[in-house]
């Protein structure tokens, strides 16, 4: 890291990408020089940590480039992306990022901390791809809030199913040692959530490639927020209705919801 930025670069293996393909269930169809589908840079410009820089949860512990605000529950918020140019497998990139905020609020569940993480994804010289990402972050125990209602109202819908196995395919592809992804004692002990929990970006990656379909073009703006936890053994219907995307739980629970152009 220097001067609060911290640069990784990968060489966009597209081999990562097929892998990422068939574990959602696409056609494989990634190769050197074309285009990844978006979100797919999420399996790519891993940071490893040995064990003793991790965290209690998996993650790397705070403090270096994470700030250490004081509450030891994370989860992913919401997040944005501006698509300025496609994201190319096997070309070289280059990630910077950068700390753009930290904001403390008082919620139902109690305190919270909200961590806004940018992104900008360099690719032959240029900017590709500008990611924000909004972590929060809790106290022990209590709730996460009301869950609020899904709209019915779609014109297009989407079964998909989520399982254990995605789960754990989806960890090891972006490298997120998260437990309350695959470790479900931990998940519901610690956590306090119903058992194994859907990844965020996972349910944003759905509504992306959904969106994309439903364009029918490169997307070229994309706003989501996460607002309940889609927990296992659980499918979810994933909606549309003129430019907004939606992913439903069995019992009518929006669990998240995105803007997409």
Not at 16 to 34: E, N
Not at 55 to 68: I, L, N, Q, S, T
Not at 164 to 174: E, M, N, P, V
Request: proline share 7%; with cysteine; aromatic share 8%.
């Amino acid at each position: 890291m220097k001067d609060g930025v911290t640069t990784l670069t990968d060489v966009m293996d597209p081999a990562r990408a097929r892998a990422l393909q068939a574990t959602l269930g696409l056609r494989v169809t990634a190769d050197t020089g074309g285009a990844l589908p978006p979100f797919f840079h999420h399996i790519y410009f891993w940071d490893p940590q040995p064990p003793g820089a991790l965290g209690r949860d998996g993650h790397p512990a705070v403090g270096d480039f994470m700030p250490d605000v004081g509450l030891p529950r994370r989860m992913w918020a919401a997040g944005r992306l501006l698509f300025h140019a496609p994201v190319l497998a096997g070309i070289q990139a280059e990630k910077r990022s950068v700390i753009d905020g930290v904001t403390r609020k008082a919620g139902r569940s109690g305190p919270l901390a909200f961590v806004r993480v940018r992104h900008d994804i360099w690719q032959r010289g240029a900017v590709v791809l500008t990611e924000w990402q909004d972590l929060v972050y809790r106290e022990e125990g209590g709730s996460a809030g009301v869950a609020p209602d899904a709209r019915v109202d779609e014109t297009h819908r989407e079964e998909a199913h989520f399982d254990s196995t995605l789960l754990f395919r989806y960890s090891a592809l972006t490298f997120n040692g998260h437990r309350i992804h695959y470790d479900a004692d931990y998940a519901r002990e610690v956590e306090g959530y119903d058992g194994l929990v859907s990844h965020g970006p996972l349910l944003a990656q759905r509504l992306m490639l959904m969106g994309e379909r439903m364009l029918a073009r490169p997307l070229t703006d994309v706003t989501y927020r996460a607002t309940s936890p889609l927990t296992l053994p659980r499918s979810a219907t994933l909606c549309w209705a003129d430019g907004t995307a939606w992913v439903r739980d069995p019992d009518g629970v929006q669990c998240m919801i995105a803007q997409i152009r």
